[in-house]
């Protein structure tokens, strides 16, 4: 009835789909027909355009004439469309009626196969109940009589097996208690030498740390010493040049003045002076530039030790906090691992412990 049903709604969906198609077509029929008339329209009107008046009028007319005649000629095939399709349209709906009609029979057919095939199924049912009926009646008569004879034996068996499980028990629990012993006293061992490699660690890491440092500030301070004693040996030698230069020019003048020599000369030699004054000016300038890039430099150096040094000190911190977090989560998984166990046994024991109330109850009975 389901497969039937399914059926007739593809079927129904198949016809609304080919009256959607048929909708289309004609509205596209409509179109393309509407078009080319508006094509030849526009067309005549070009052909038109390019007469004299009189041509043109009478071919308004006569276009007007044809525009009538296509006018009547589009809406009687416009008519018959609309016909052919409330034609069409009527056979879809005589059919699908057809097919309700069809659908509708088949399924009283089918409900009341249904009807007759459950009595009939009823029926052998009860035959079926009332044969095991009596066999279980002679089953249980026999079995009464086997039980009797059984119950003796197994309450011999099931004293020998509870005194059995009993020692069992006994032994069980025993092991259980010297294994957690054993375990507990091995986790502390463990943690006790986790907690002292740690701490070696921790330990040779902050040594390697200092001795690092005071390498480096060593290298620094005797880096600084060596810019300073090149700066003061460089200004002691600009001094020293200075001093004889200008004692050369005094005994350079003093011998000219002693000449009498011409205020020309004098003038080129003032002119000199001044020329090497700048210049010694100059050098002195460069050599304060090159004294504030130095200690620039050394600042930046120091800045840089600075931040090695604190990275180096963020790098030991992460190691000593993931350290932290290594041994917390071994401490976890060896605490999951002892109550993975401890509960394990517990489910043994309670599996044991009610196997042994089955047994008694069985025994009771």
């Known amino acids: 009835e389901k497969q039937h049903l399914l059926e007739h709604e593809n079927a129904m969906q198949e016809l609304k789909e080919k009256k959607r198609i048929a909708d289309i077509r004609a509205r596209r029929f409509q179109k393309e027909h509407e078009k080319a008339e508006h094509l030849l329209l526009e067309k005549q009107r070009l052909r038109d355009a390019k007469d004299d008046e009189a041509s043109r009028e009478a071919a308004r007319k006569k ?60 029926i052998r049912h009860e035959e079926r109940k009332a044969a095991l009926e009596l066999q279980r009646q002679t089953k249980k008569a026999k079995q009464k009589h086997e039980s009797a004879e059984a119950a003796r034996q197994r309450e011999i068996e099931e004293k020998k097996e509870k005194e059995e499980q009993e020692n069992l028990k006994k032994e069980r629990e025993f ?31 902050e040594a390697q740390q200092a001795e690092k440092e005071r390498i ?18 460089r200004m002691a030698v600009i001094k020293e040049r200075r001093q004889e230069k200008n004692s050369l020019k005094k005994l350079e003048l003093i011998q000219r003045r002693s000449k009498e020599t011409h205020d020309l000369e004098l003038q080129k030699h003032a002119a000199e002076e001044q ?91």
């Open 63 to 122: 276009m007007e004439l044809e525009l009538v005649e296509r006018e009547k000629d589009r809406l009687e095939k416009r008519k018959e469309a609309k016909e052919q399709f409330r034609l069409h349209k009527d056979k879809l709906a005589a059919e699908e009626r057809d097919h309700l009609r069809a659908a509708s029979l088949e399924r009283e057919r089918l409900i009341k196969d249904a009807e007759d095939k459950k009595r009939q199924e009823e």
């Open 175 to 205: 092991q259980h208690a010297e294994r957690m012993a054993k375990i507990q006293s091995d986790h502390k061992l463990r943690k006790e030498e986790i907690i002292a490699k740690k701490r070696e660690e921790l330990r040779q890491a």
């Open 216 to 233: 480096e500030k060593e290298e620094a301070e005797a880096r600084r010493r060596e810019r300073e004693m090149k700066h003061e040996e």
């Open 275 to 365: 020329r090497e004054e700048q210049r010694l000016r100059h050098l002195e300038h460069m050599a304060e530039l090159k004294a504030t890039k130095a200690e620039h430099n050394l600042k930046k150096e120091r800045l840089a030790s600075e931040e090695h040094q604190k990275k180096i000190e963020e790098e030991s911190r992460q190691k000593v906090t993931l350290a932290v977090m290594a041994q917390r989560a071994l401490e976890h998984a060896e605490r999951m691992k002892a109550l993975d166990n401890a509960r394990q046994m517990s489910k043994k024991l309670q599996k044991t412990r009610h196997q042994d109330e089955l047994a008694d109850r069985a025994r009771s009975r």
